[in-house]
């Protein structure tokens, strides 16, 4: 059989472009040596969260459109592969800092255009039980959950489903799609002969503690999530100058800080701990389109800290792309800067 596009990278950004492209009727092939999820999309925290609904711009509408699209597109994965993603859209609770009402507030009013009325950002007292320990929180309904390394599984389950070829490192065959992670990035160049980003280390845990029902925390830049599977995830760190996957004693800081700030999780033990490298572009925003002056070739990498989150949007643009030759890549996010070839796939 003969194939469409060829994508190189099973994390969270290949899968996804697959599965837009497949949906569309492309034959595909997904090629990494590594196996699925196998760099940072195999992690554990999942918190598919929007930025703050001020000062828009068009990272942050993409985003938003993105978290909006995420319900169904995972629905139709879980249909399709017979698998659960772990997603859920359950809101986010953070707190209101001292002086922070009125800010808060400002906001509020903000997300009632920007996230169209869809999704709200209140201001409301503090839960008993599962809280980030103030009296008051920021409850938004936007926020979602997901497992990433099940999310991923469940992806190429789907995709096998499709008939798509994930066991062979077939030739290169119809257009192909770099999705290759960190070392990816590292190999691309811009004019100035800079790499275009760079992996940033994050660290993970996962305690044995059940709160599958209750939205995510985010405190003091701590992601608390809890996962349908009655467990609870917390990260993640974020490192420049280490570049190894152990865990060690951020890690366990992490986690006595998490505990700390919410007394309710206080006894719960660690099933796991896990460390990645992260896709970080220069510009912190995705790096998406075409690779300048080498025909049929694209780009889809540097999703780091949100990549769960704009998968859905970047497997749609991705495949308006390549499939269709239509090009609705926001500025922010586009390839021109790049130098022609750069290095390795």
Partial sequence: MSIDVTIYGAGIFGLSCAWALVRRGARVAVVDPAGVGAGSSGGIVGALAPHVPEQWNEKKAFQYESLVMAEAFWSDVAAVSGMDPGYARLGRLQPVLPGGRALADARGQGAKTLWQGRYHWTVEDAPTGWTPGTAQVIRDTLSARIHPARACTALAAALRAQGVDMEHDLPVQGHVLHATGWQGLTHLRDNKDRAAGNGVKGQAALLGFDAADQPQLFIDGLHIIPHADGTTAIGATSEREAMDTTTDDLLEALIQKAKTLVPAIVDAPVLQRWAGI???????????????????????????????????????VMADLILEGRDTIPAPFRTDGLAPWGFGA
Avoid: M, Q, T
């Fill in 278 to 316: 992260r896709p970080r572009a220069r510009s912190r925003a995705p790096l998406l389109g075409k690779w300048p002056r080498r025909p049929g070739h694209y780009i889809a990498n540097g999703g780091f800290k949100i990549g769960f989150g704009v998968a859905p949007k970047v497997a749609e």
